[in-house]
C-alpha cells in the first residue's frame, strides 16, 4: 500500500481577499482549494488539526471539500505572510511495527494523534497493522517515553516506578497526574526515560519487546517472531487458525517461527498471542500482520508416457501423506544457526512457488521446492547441520533424502541418484549427503530442495539471506 501526502504551500490569504468582510477583529476564514487537506492547512497557519477540527465541527478530519470555508482558531487576518509556530513542517515515511500505536507515535515524535491520522487520510482509532506503510509527521517532542504499561491489580504509581526504576514524580508528570494519583486496573501509563532514538513499545506487560521478520511477510515465506519479557514467562499463540511452537530461552526470550502456505490469501490476519507469567497470571495481546502475494509464475511440465501413472492421486496421496507427517513433527533441540548454504552449485531451473500444470492440465498446483540443474553424480550438499529422518526411494520423488534441522524446521532433497546417509546420521552443513540424478517424476537430471517450517513447504531461498529466528 503507497499512501500519498499531498502539501499545499502557501501563505495565509486575508478574509477580504477569500470573499469574506475582511474584518481584522474576526477570526481568519480559509476557502479550501485543491489538492488542499486539514494538515497542509494547520501547517500554513501555524496551528493544529485539532484545532480546525473542534472550530468547525469536523468529526472526520479526512474529508473537507473545495471551496468550504475554514475558520481558523487563534489567527488575526494580515494582508502578510503568516508566520508559522514551530509545527511539523516534514513527513518521514515509516513501516509499522510490532508494538506500535497511534499513541505511541504520535509522543515519539512529537503530534498528536490526530495529526498522525490526518497525514494518511485515516481517521482516529487508527487500524494499523504490522507492515503497514505510512507516513509521520515530525514535531519537537518534549519527553519520549521509553513504553507504556497497562496497570495491573495492585499496582500503584509508585510500584510502577519502582519496577521501571524511574522517579515517581516524572512518572506522574508525563501521565498528567499527582504522585498521589489512583490507578485503576487496565490504566495505560507512558514510562518516561527515552529519547528520540528510543522505540516506544505499546505492548502489555510483561512484555517489553517483540519483533517480526520479514515485515511485511509473503506467501510462501517464514515469519519469525521473538517476543521478550521483563520477567520469566511462557508464551503460546494463534495464527491463522494454527498454534504456534514456542521456545523460550532464559525464560525471558521467546521465539516461534511460522510457514505462511503459498496459496494462503493476502491480506490482514490478527495473531493472537498470550504471555503466562508468575502465578499464573496471563496477559493476552493481538497483532494484526499483512500477508502480501509472491506474485509467482506459472510453467507447464511435459512428463513422458510411460511416467502418466505418477500424475495418478492413487500414488500421489499416500506418498504426500508419509512426506507430511516426516516434514510436521518439532524437535525441541535446534540444530541450524544462522543463514543456510546452497545444497547444490548448479543453476536454479525452477523457483519455489511457481504455479504448475502438467501435460496441458489445470493450473492448480505448485512448486513447493527449488530445482537445481546439474549433471548426474554431481554432489548434493547439506545446508546446516540436523539428523536424517528419511532415506529411501518413493515412487514420485525418486531417491530422497529428509532431515530434521530442530525448531519444526526440515528439508527434503528429491531425484537423487545416490544416497550417502542413512536414517539416524547426524550431518554438519556442507556435508555430501548424496548426488543429483533423475529418478521418480523426473524429467532429467536435477536436485528438487524443499524446506517446510511449521508443517508447510516454504521457500528455502529466504534461509539463504535471512538468519533465523
Known amino acids: 500500500m503507497t499512501l500519498l501526502l499531498v502539501l499545499a504551500v502557501g501563505t495565509a490569504r486575508p478574509l477580504a481577499a477569500q470573499g469574506g468582510s475582511g474584518d481584522p477583529s474576526q477570526p481568519t476564514m480559509h476557502i479550501v482549494q485543491a489538492n488542499e487537506t486539514l494538515y497542509s492547512i494547520a501547517l500554513q497557519y501555524g496551528t493544529t488539526v485539532d484545532a480546525i477540527a473542534a472550530a468547525n465541527g469536523i468529526a472526520d478530519v479526512r474529508y473537507i471539500s473545495i471551496g468550504q470555508q475554514l475558520i481558523i482558531p487563534g489567527s488575526e487576518a494580515t494582508t502578510g505572510p503568516v508566520a508559522l509556530a514551530p509545527v511539523p513542517t ?3 515515511p515509516y513501516i509499522v511495527q510490532p508494538g506500535d500505536s497511534v499513541e505511541s507515535l504520535a509522543r515519539q515524535y512529537g503530534v498528536t494523534p490526530t495529526m498522525l491520522a490526518a497525514a494518511n487520510n485515516m481517521f482516529l482509532p487508527v487500524p494499523f497493522y504490522v507492515g503497514q506503510e505510512i507516513v509521520v509527521p515530525q514535531g519537537n517532542p518534549t519527553a519520549v517515553p521509553q513504553a507504556v504499561y497497562a496497570v ?12 521501571y526504576n524511574v522517579a515517581a514524580g516524572a512518572l506522574a508528570q508525563l501521565n498528567d497526574l499527582s504522585p498521589s494519583s489512583p490507578v485503576f486496573v487496565g490504566q495505560r501509563l507512558w514510562i518516561p526515560g527515552g529519547n528520540r532514538a528510543t522505540r516506544v513499545y505499546d505492548l502489555p506487560y510483561p512484555v ?3 519483533q517480526l521478520t520479514p515485515v511485511p511477510s509473503i506467501q510462501g515465506q517464514t515469519l519469525s517472531i521473538h517476543l521478550q519479557t521483563a520477567t520469566p514467562a511462557t508464551m503460546t499463540g494463534m495464527f491463522m487458525g494454527y498454534p504456534l511452537q514456542v521456545m523460550t530461552q532464559d525464560a525471558t526470550q521467546h521465539y516461534a517461527m511460522f510457514g505462511i502456505h503459498t496459496f494462503a490469501e493476502s491480506g490482514t490476519y490478527p495473531m493472537l498471542l498470550t504471555v503466562t507469567s508468575a502465578g499464573d497470571v496471563r496477559t493476552s495481546f493481538e497483532l494484526r500482520i499483512r500477508i502480501d502475494d509472491g506474485d509467482y509464475g506459472a510453467e507447464g511440465i511435459s512428463l513422458a508416457t510411460e511416467m502418466q501413472d505418477l500424475l495418478q492421486p492413487v500414488v500421489i496421496e499416500p506418498e504426500t501423506d508419509y512426506v507430511t507427517m516426516k516434514m510436521s513433527g518439532f524437535t525441541a533441540q535446534r540444530y541450524f544457526s544462522g543463514v543456510v548454504s546452497l545444497p547444490s552449485d548448479g543453476a536454479i531451473t525452477s523457483y519455489f512457488g511457481t504455479r504448475r500444470l502438467y501435460n496441458g492440465g489445470v493450473l492448480d498446483t505448485y512448486h513447493s521446492g527449488v530445482d537445481f540443474g546439474g549433471a548426474t553424480g554431481a554432489p548434493v550438499l547439506a545446508p546446516a547441520a540436523g539428523v536424517v529422518v528419511v532415506a529411501e526411494n518413493l515412487p514420485v520423488r525418486g531417491n530422497a533424502t529428509i532431515i530434521d534441522h530442530g525448531w519444526g524446521v526440515y528439508t527434503g532433497y528429491w531425484h537423487q541418484n545416490e544416497i550417502y ?6 550431518v554438519t552443513g556442507g ?21 517446510w517450517v511449521s508443517g508447510v513447504p516454504v521457500d528455502p531461498l529466504q534461509w539463504l539471506q535471512q538468519p533465523f529466528p
Open 421 to 426: 546417509v542413512a536414517v539416524g546420521d547426524v
Open 90 to 92: 516534514s513527513v518521514i
Open 208 to 210: 517489553i519487546a517483540c
Open 431 to 451: 556435508q555430501v549427503i548424496g548426488t543429483i540424478g533423475s529418478t521418480g517424476r523426473s524429467t532429467g537430471p536435477h536436485l528438487h530442495w524443499e524446506m
Open 152 to 163: 495491573r491489580a495492585g499496582d500503584t504509581l509508585g510500584r510502577v516506578a519502582l519496577r
